[in-house]
């Protein structure tokens, strides 16, 4: 999660996709992490200014939605390999769990709505590499101010997908 000015957040997701066509998937994904202390945040509350901004850490997700992909195409490099890639789209829904880096200020258990783009760049029959821009939109419940809030959560995911075998016809 590289644009949260407090955290530095690394995080580890499992995905499943179901393809159910050819450009369509069900999908489920599991995540969790930790944010640390940036140098930004520790600044703050550092004797200078001596202020802890409310901010909350990503602890872990399970969401579940679709993958559409309607581009799929060719490139040639250098005219020697020929590289298969795909664009998609996607839509999920599910729950996020975050704690406040203040002590008091408690846990947030978030419904979640996330929406993301990506690319797979398959480099063999059973393997891709897979790049993901998503978007985690939280509404979470502050317990310190005792308010809703709605949070989001910008993830950049790099990953390689196992890819099943293809049924012989």
């Known amino acids: 999660m590289p644009f949260d000015a407090f955290l530095t957040t690394p995080n580890l ?8 066509a050819e450009t369509l998937s069900v999908s489920a994904v599991i995540g969790g992490g930790y944010g ?8 703050m509350e550092s004797a200078a200014y001596g202020v802890a901004p409310y ?11 679709v993958t559409y992909s309607p581009i799929y195409a060719k ?16 839509a999920r829904a599910g729950v996020s769990t975050e704690q406040s880096v203040i002590p008091a200020g408690g846990f947030a258990i978030a ?3 996330s ?3 990506g690319s797979r760049l398959f480099m063999n029959e059973n393997t891709a590499i897979r790049v993901e821009f998503r978007d985690d939109l939280l509404l979470e ?18 990953g390689i997908s196992m890819l099943s075998r293809t049924k012989s016809r």
């Open 115 to 117: 929406l993301g783009v």
């Open 111 to 113: 419904p979640t709505l």
């Open 13 to 20: 997701q499992f995905s499943f996709d179901k393809h159910i």
């Open 75 to 90: 490139m040639s490099l250098s005219g020697a390999k020929v590289m298969h890639y795909d664009v998609y789209g996607t």
């Open 36 to 43: 640390f202390k940036s140098k930004t945040y520790r600044t």
């Open 55 to 65: 901010a909350f850490r990503y602890l872990g997700s399970v969401l579940g939605g």
């Open 141 to 158: 419940y502050r317990k310190l101010t005792e308010t809703m809030h709605f949070k989001q959560n910008a993830n950049v995911i790099v």
